[in-house]
Protein backbone atom coordinates (compact mmCIF):
# COMPACT_ATOMS: atom_id res chain seq x y z
CA UNK A 1 0.00 0.00 0.00
CA UNK A 2 1.53 3.65 -1.00
CA UNK A 3 2.32 5.91 1.63
CA UNK A 4 -0.14 8.18 3.39
CA UNK A 5 0.12 11.32 4.97
CA UNK A 6 -2.94 13.51 6.39
CA UNK A 7 -3.93 16.09 3.51
CA UNK A 8 -3.15 18.86 6.04
CA UNK A 9 0.54 18.99 5.80
CA UNK A 10 2.68 18.10 2.84
CA UNK A 11 4.87 15.41 2.59
CA UNK A 12 8.50 15.26 4.68
CA UNK A 13 11.59 15.06 2.14
CA UNK A 14 13.81 13.25 4.74
CA UNK A 15 16.89 14.34 3.40
CA UNK A 16 19.04 13.61 6.43
CA UNK A 17 23.13 13.08 5.65
CA UNK A 18 24.31 10.08 8.10
CA UNK A 19 27.53 11.29 8.04
CA UNK A 20 26.45 14.94 8.92
CA UNK A 21 24.51 14.20 12.33
CA UNK A 22 24.57 15.80 15.54
CA UNK A 23 22.45 12.84 17.29
CA UNK A 24 21.49 9.43 16.19
CA UNK A 25 19.32 7.16 18.32
CA UNK A 26 17.94 3.81 18.38
CA UNK A 27 15.45 2.83 21.26
CA UNK A 28 13.59 -0.29 21.32
CA UNK A 29 11.13 -0.44 24.15
CA UNK A 30 8.21 -3.54 25.09
CA UNK A 31 4.70 -2.87 24.19
CA UNK A 32 4.21 -1.50 27.73
CA UNK A 33 2.30 1.34 28.97
CA UNK A 34 5.05 1.89 31.51
CA UNK A 35 8.04 1.77 29.03
CA UNK A 36 6.98 4.92 27.19
CA UNK A 37 7.41 8.11 30.14
CA UNK A 38 10.78 6.51 30.74
CA UNK A 39 11.93 6.16 27.41
CA UNK A 40 10.72 9.98 26.03
CA UNK A 41 12.85 10.99 29.42
CA UNK A 42 15.98 10.05 28.61
CA UNK A 43 15.43 10.43 25.04
CA UNK A 44 14.54 13.97 25.81
CA UNK A 45 17.60 14.40 27.88
CA UNK A 46 20.29 13.69 24.71
CA UNK A 47 17.78 15.86 23.03
CA UNK A 48 18.33 18.57 25.47
CA UNK A 49 21.71 18.43 26.15
CA UNK A 50 22.71 17.95 22.32
CA UNK A 51 20.68 21.26 21.57
CA UNK A 52 19.29 19.64 18.59
CA UNK A 53 16.00 21.98 19.29
CA UNK A 54 16.63 24.36 21.14
CA UNK A 55 13.37 25.61 22.05
CA UNK A 56 11.10 23.09 20.59
CA UNK A 57 11.51 20.21 22.68
CA UNK A 58 8.25 20.83 24.47
CA UNK A 59 6.93 20.32 21.29
CA UNK A 60 8.58 17.03 20.36
CA UNK A 61 8.86 15.94 23.42
CA UNK A 62 4.84 15.92 23.77
CA UNK A 63 4.95 14.47 20.09
CA UNK A 64 7.08 11.44 20.82
CA UNK A 65 5.23 10.67 24.03
CA UNK A 66 1.62 10.70 21.39
CA UNK A 67 3.27 8.53 19.09
CA UNK A 68 5.11 6.06 21.63
CA UNK A 69 1.96 5.42 23.08
CA UNK A 70 0.13 4.84 20.45
CA UNK A 71 2.51 2.34 18.87
CA UNK A 72 2.08 0.69 22.22
CA UNK A 73 -1.20 0.58 22.82
CA UNK A 74 -2.65 0.29 19.10
CA UNK A 75 0.57 -0.75 17.29
CA UNK A 76 1.19 -3.66 19.51
CA UNK A 77 -1.60 -4.03 21.17
CA UNK A 78 -0.10 -3.58 24.75
CA UNK A 79 1.56 -7.12 24.23
CA UNK A 80 4.51 -6.70 26.09
CA UNK A 81 6.53 -9.23 23.82
CA UNK A 82 6.32 -6.82 21.36
CA UNK A 83 8.70 -4.67 20.52
CA UNK A 84 8.45 -1.04 19.67
CA UNK A 85 11.22 0.76 17.63
CA UNK A 86 12.32 4.79 17.78
CA UNK A 87 14.70 6.28 15.55
CA UNK A 88 16.12 10.17 16.40
CA UNK A 89 17.97 11.61 13.95
CA UNK A 90 19.51 15.17 14.22
CA UNK A 91 21.57 17.52 11.97
CA UNK A 92 21.88 21.69 11.81
CA UNK A 93 20.27 21.90 8.21
CA UNK A 94 17.00 19.81 8.48
CA UNK A 95 16.10 19.68 12.16
CA UNK A 96 14.92 16.75 14.16
CA UNK A 97 13.54 13.53 12.55
CA UNK A 98 11.84 11.03 14.92
CA UNK A 99 10.41 7.68 13.92
CA UNK A 100 8.23 4.92 15.75
CA UNK A 101 7.77 1.57 14.08
CA UNK A 102 5.11 -1.01 15.48
CA UNK A 103 4.58 -4.65 14.71
CA UNK A 104 0.77 -3.98 14.67
CA UNK A 105 -1.20 -4.18 11.29
CA UNK A 106 -1.72 -0.51 10.56
CA UNK A 107 -4.18 1.81 9.78
CA UNK A 108 -5.31 4.49 7.50
CA UNK A 109 -5.08 7.73 8.61
CA UNK A 110 -7.77 9.30 6.77
CA UNK A 111 -10.11 7.64 8.51
CA UNK A 112 -9.17 9.03 11.94
CA UNK A 113 -11.53 11.71 12.80
CA UNK A 114 -10.68 15.17 13.99
CA UNK A 115 -11.15 15.61 17.23
CA UNK A 116 -12.31 19.07 16.64
CA UNK A 117 -15.50 18.44 15.16
CA UNK A 118 -19.17 17.47 16.64
CA UNK A 119 -19.11 14.18 19.18
CA UNK A 120 -15.62 13.94 18.86
CA UNK A 121 -15.07 16.64 21.13
CA UNK A 122 -16.04 14.38 24.12
CA UNK A 123 -14.53 11.51 23.26
CA UNK A 124 -11.82 10.59 26.20
CA UNK A 125 -9.38 8.99 23.03
CA UNK A 126 -8.43 10.31 19.35
CA UNK A 127 -6.29 13.47 19.85
CA UNK A 128 -2.89 11.68 19.48
CA UNK A 129 -2.41 12.06 16.06
CA UNK A 130 -4.20 15.51 15.90
CA UNK A 131 -1.72 16.61 18.83
CA UNK A 132 1.47 15.10 17.08
CA UNK A 133 0.31 16.98 13.61
CA UNK A 134 -0.26 20.60 15.07
CA UNK A 135 3.28 19.92 17.05
CA UNK A 136 5.35 18.80 14.28
CA UNK A 137 6.41 20.65 11.31
CA UNK A 138 5.81 17.74 8.87
CA UNK A 139 4.19 14.33 9.49
CA UNK A 140 4.33 10.88 7.55
CA UNK A 141 2.87 7.67 7.47
CA UNK A 142 4.56 4.73 6.10
CA UNK A 143 4.11 1.36 5.99
CA UNK A 144 0.80 1.28 6.19
CA UNK A 145 0.57 2.99 8.83
CA UNK A 146 2.70 1.27 10.81
CA UNK A 147 5.57 3.62 10.99
CA UNK A 148 5.70 7.47 11.70
CA UNK A 149 7.96 9.90 10.20
CA UNK A 150 7.93 13.23 12.53
CA UNK A 151 10.28 16.19 11.43
CA UNK A 152 10.77 19.19 13.43
CA UNK A 153 12.65 22.23 12.06
Avoid: W
Wanted: hydrophobic share 35%.
Amino acid sequence: MPDSSPSSKPLPSCNFDAHHLNLKLSVTLSADRNTVDPVVRSIMKVVREMKCANGREDDIELALSEALANAVVHGAGLDPKKIVECDVACDEEHGMLIVVRDPGPGFDPEQITDPCCGENIYSSHGRGIYLINQLMDEVQFRKNGTEIHMIKR
